[in-house]
């Protein structure tokens, strides 16, 4: 004959295999993919894709920092050195001149092609005589000394011409050799990874060789000169490792420390290590039934899933903790009911997640309502039926008593306790125009230094992030570039009127094939360039023999293939272009940052004018986006969507317990020190300093959903008063509650900013919801009646 | 910056190739050391100068000679400036060990550690006018003739960076006041500056 509850273990046991298997083949992901959303509009989808992917994705900003400079430019060129042997790298760039020999070469050999100047009037006689004139006059000049090597085969200016479009002040300054940032206290150097942004395991290889090499290039300098001087690193796969590295660590430390902590707890509270471990069976559960529930979901399982993992312990430890305390022969009756309707409200908050646009949002929903669940089931129907006939744990009545005296005492004063809700909804209301974090960067896991310390380094590199960016898209490559240069020539007018500073164009680096054939068009054949030549060079004292080598020069480049993107490899210009210009979708898109005219940002007004300017183009689209706008708007949009899903959550939690309570009083009774509570936490973290993000809104919700089931224990002893023993109801809730401040206080501490800002809402929200829940529900107790003990 | 950076490197078959030469016993003949060193003395006293310059260039691309003039100023002990007044207006700037340029709306600076091929060109009128003989010796040789009333020192460079076209350089001079400047280049090219009376203030 079976045992009662047998049946309930086999099917535990059962699912419980099942639910192994797949949390075993499940694949776990540590990206910042989860809390990159899900993009909306195309211009935003070209964003995220290029934050996650771009080439941008792949600079690592290095910089060297302290001792002399001169120690600094040594490590920098050795660093660089090394790092461009290495096959990881795809591009070094530090400032000093051996990186520049294939721009160089790269710039002259295509000067006809690149050059904006080359025109057919260029080469006309007329054309000729200005520019050899006019190159004739900087010879003469502290500058001939640069130009008078290229005279000879350039006497018309143009590589001077190339490389001063291209150059328009965006390279960092250099000192003693190599980049430096101007208050020349760090050497700098950018290296461009061949591993993918979304490679992580090739970024952290790439991370780890930049500090092998820096390692090695130190030891190859004395200790005494090498003293004090470190490298520090930046930029997106910096993040991505150091994010991947965070996540992964604080998963362990949290889940451990959250786990010790609670179990101490309980084993205080329990005196018995068989209650202990009985008490974990629902919580190993419900974490198993959670991760196979997110893995069959959603196909993959993100690392800070298991993160927010810690807080199920804390609350489905609640279920066993009433289940061992107010342990009586009718648990089933008087307990497990309100139990069960508490997990259906928390199972409600979580519901409202799993519609977030945020991955790791919608999959911490799926994990909890499964674990809670799980946790729930296993605490009804398979754990009475595993208690030892002589399962005991010591008599928390006496700690219930002093609880209820302590409550007794608060209730004296509880005018001015609740005075605090009061004040703290005339504070949230007094900064109401300042309470929400609007900035998407703060549900970065980066550390606001990190990225402080990034922000720096991009500025320091001159290569701040634009604001304002034009976006030309297309059918196809040659579309895109041909709007490009019309853009461009719109652009460059705006530039010569000091509405904007300049701009950053693909076509720099690769003018459209269109173009390049038309300045190939403009070189005359051999013996027409000749006679124009010597026409040209009358009344000018450049020797006609000495320009023989301009003759073939031109000559060759008529017969040049023309430029591709597989032209500029192996040249700094690589880099740049790739950034600029990149397929998307099913066409091509190029990127036009533009730079302020002063060290402001551009103004509306000139983003309006330069808007107006763009106009329309026949064969591209072409946008003016403005990157922090629409950041702030894809943002706001998820703020909004929080805000939303935490009032449906409360919603639908107010609509469950008025169909279960059937009492509007009674709901009322449950839900308003909730309310109070999520208000005074809000208070408190505007207070000391937070501005609320998407978490923060999410953190409240759960503040309902878990503060809901102590607010249901109280309104049950106030409906059945001859069914409960007040203390113990207090001392099971006391335990339950510390369990949960704990899971979520152990959140609170981590270094990852969405995990932090809920632990930090929930701990004190769960607190305040108990102490709210106890003081609205408290009524002196006649001081004849003496609870009756369980048993 | 990055322009002229890129042009100065760009002399034909210029790869960038460091040419710290070891300082190397000058050509000078032992009777004329105590007279060098005067000399330098004598220079390194001096902290000032603001001088008139005129400038002939001989280019071997060029059928005629190139004329300039202006003034050059100097600060003890790196800071020199080459004021082009005619025919272009043109300022050039030495200060520490960077140079710029600046003609019209365009400045270019550049780090002369980071182009051994140019650092001689500056570092020989540099390193004369502040008597920094060790400065000299790290590039040059050494001749010395004369006497301090009326001296002739040549530069010759003690091994060629890549892409250093130097053959020699002449200077001339009277006590601590130099006088001629020339420069001659590999290729036949040659340049002299010759130098006008202090402009007193």
Same mark, same amino acid.
């Given at each position: 004959m079976m045992r009662p509850g047998a049946s309930g273990t086999l099917i535990w046991a059962l699912l419980g295999m099942g639910a192994a298997a797949v949390a075993a083949r499940a694949t776990y992901t540590t990206d910042l993919s989860a809390f990159l959303p899900r993009s909306p509009s195309a211009t935003q989808r070209l964003l995220v894709e290029q934050l996650r992917s771009? &080439? *941008? *994705?792949?600079l690592i900003m290095v910089a060297i920092e302290g001792g002399e400079p001169q120690t600094r430019a040594t490590l920098s060129a050795d660093l660089a050195r090394r790092l461009r042997a290495d096959p990881r790298f795809a591009a070094v760039n530090n400032g000093d001149a051996a990186g520049l020999d294939h721009d160089r070469e790269f710039l002259f050999r295509n000067r006809y092609l690149l050059s904006a100047t080359v025109t057919p009037q260029r080469f006309t006689v007329a054309g000729l005589h200005a520019a050899i004139e006019d190159a004739v006059a900087t010879l003469g000049s502290p500058e001939g000394m640069l130009i008078r090597p290229l005279f000879a085969s350039d006497p018309t200016g143009e590589t001077l011409g190339v490389l001063e479009a291209l150059a328009q002040g965006r390279a960092p300054p250099t000192s003693a050799g190599v980049w430096a940032s101007p208050d020349g206290r760090r050497a700098l150097l950018i290296v461009q990874t061949r591993?993918?942004? /979304?490679?992580t395991d090739g970024q952290e290889e790439a991370c780890g060789a930049v500090r092998r090499a820096f390692s090695e290039a130190r030891e190859g300098l004395a200790a005494a000169t090498t003293r004090g001087v470190r490298m520090r690193m930046s930029g997106p796969p910096v993040f991505a490792v150091a994010s991947r590295a965070a996540i992964r660590s604080e998963v362990v430390r949290l889940s451990s420390l959250g786990a010790g902590l609670i179990a101490l707890l309980l084993l205080a509270a329990y005196r018995s290590l068989p209650a202990l471990l009985l008490g974990m069976l629902p919580v190993a559960s419900g974490a198993l039934a959670g991760v196979a529930a997110v893995a069959l979901g959603y196909g993959s399982v993100h690392g800070i899933t298991l993160g927010f993992g810690v807080t199920l312990i804390g609350e489905a430890v609640d279920y066993s903790i009433y289940l061992f305390i107010q342990r009586t022969v009718l648990w089933q009756l008087w307990v497990w009911p309100t139990i069960r309707l508490g997990v259906l409200t928390s199972i409600c908050g979580f519901a409202a997640l799993l519609l977030s646009s945020f991955p790791g949002l919608a999959q911490l929903g799926l994990y909890s309502i499964a674990g809670l669940e799980a946790a729930a089931l296993v605490t009804r129907f398979v754990l009475p039926a595993w208690l030892p006939a002589d399962f005991a744990i010591a008599d928390l009545t006496r700690l219930g008593v002093r609880a209820t005296g302590l409550l007794g005492k608060l209730a004296a004063v509880r005018f001015y306790i609740l005075l605090l809700p009061a004040l703290a909804a005339v504070y949230l209301y007094g900064h109401r125009d300042s309470?929400?974090?609007? *900035?998407?960067?703060?549900? /970065? &896991?980066? /550390?606001a230094a990190s990225q402080a310390y990034d922000t720096q380094l991009r500025a320091d590199a001159g290569a701040p992030d634009a604001r304002y960016m034009v976006v030309v898209s297309g059918a196809d490559r040659e579309l895109v570039l041909e709007a490009c240069e019309r853009v461009s020539h719109k652009l460059a007018r705006l530039t010569a009127s000091g509405v904007i500073g300049g701009f950053d164009s693909p076509t720099s680096y690769l003018p459209s094939l269109a173009s390049q054939h038309a300045r190939l068009q403009s070189l005359p054949p051999p013996a027409e360039l000749n006679a124009r030549l010597s026409a040209a060079l009358v009344g000018l004292p450049a020797r006609r023999a000495a320009l023989k080598p301009f003759e073939h020069e031109v000559e060759a480049a008529r017969a040049a293939p023309l430029l591709t993107? =597989? /032209?500029?490899?192996?040249?700094?210009f690589e880099t740049p272009l790739a950034a600029l210009l990149m397929k998307s979708g099913s066409g091509w898109a190029a990127l036009v940052p533009l730079r302020a005219a002063g060290p402001q940002d551009i103004a509306e007004a000139d983003a309006a004018r330069v808007r107006a300017a763009l106009g329309d183009e026949p064969s591209a689209r072409v946008h003016l986006i403005d990157l922090v706008g629409e950041a702030d708007r894809l943002y706001a949009g998820y703020l909004r969507e929080a805000q939303h899903l935490a009032l449906a959550g409360f919603a639908a939690i107010v609509l469950l317990l008025g169909i279960a309570l059937r009492s509007p009083a009674r709901v009322a009774r449950v839900v308003a020190p909730l309310a109070l509570a999520v208000i005074t936490v809000g208070a408190l973290l505007v207070a000391l300093g937070h501005q609320l993000t998407i978490l923060h809104v999410v953190g409240m919700l759960l503040i309902v959903a878990i503060g809901s089931n102590y607010a249901l224990f109280f309104d049950r002893n106030r409906e059945n008063p001859q069914h409960a023993s007040v203390p113990l109801t207090l001392a099971s809730l006391l335990i339950a509650n510390l369990a949960t401040v704990t899971a979520f206080g152990v959140l609170a501490s981590s270094k990852v900013p969405v995990l932090a800002d809920l632990g930090s809402t929930v701990a004190p929200g769960a607190l305040l919801a108990l102490l709210f829940s106890a003081l609205l529900a408290y009524t002196p107790a006649p001081? =004849?009646?003496v609870p009756p003990t369980p048993e | 910056m990055r322009a002229l950076a890129l042009c100065l490197a760009m002399a034909p078959g210029a790869p960038s190739a460091t040419a710290q030469a070891a300082p190397v016993a000058s050509t000078t003949p032992a009777a004329a050391q105590p007279v060098l060193d005067e000399l330098m003395r004598l220079l390194a006293a001096r902290r000032h100068g603001h001088v008139r310059f005129t400038e002939v260039q001989v280019l071997g691309v060029l059928k005629r000679p190139l004329l300039s003039s202006g003034e050059l100023s100097y600060d003890a002990p790196d800071w020199l400036e080459k004021r082009t007044l005619n025919p272009r207006p043109e300022t050039l700037v030495l200060s520490g060990g960077v140079l710029t340029i600046r003609h019209g709306e365009h400045t270019r600076t550049l780090t002369l550690a980071q182009y051994p091929q140019v650092a001689p060109w500056v570092e020989s009128i540099r390193a004369t006018l502040a008597g920094d003989r060790s400065a000299l010796e790290r590039y040059f040789h050494l001749e010395f003739s004369g006497s301090l009333p009326h001296w002739s020192l040549v530069l010759v460079p003690v091994e060629r960076a890549p892409g250093e076209t130097i053959a020699a350089i002449h200077i001339t001079g009277e006590g601590a006041a130099m006088r001629t400047f020339e420069i001659r280049q590999t290729d036949g090219d040659h340049s002299l500056l010759t130098i006008g009376p202090e402009i007193t203030p």
């Open positions: 771009g &080439p *941008a *994705a792949r591993a993918a942004g /979304s490679d309470l929400w974090n609007h *900035a998407l960067s703060a549900l /970065s &896991p980066i /550390s993107p =597989a /032209s500029l490899a192996g040249t700094s001081s =004849a009646s | -």
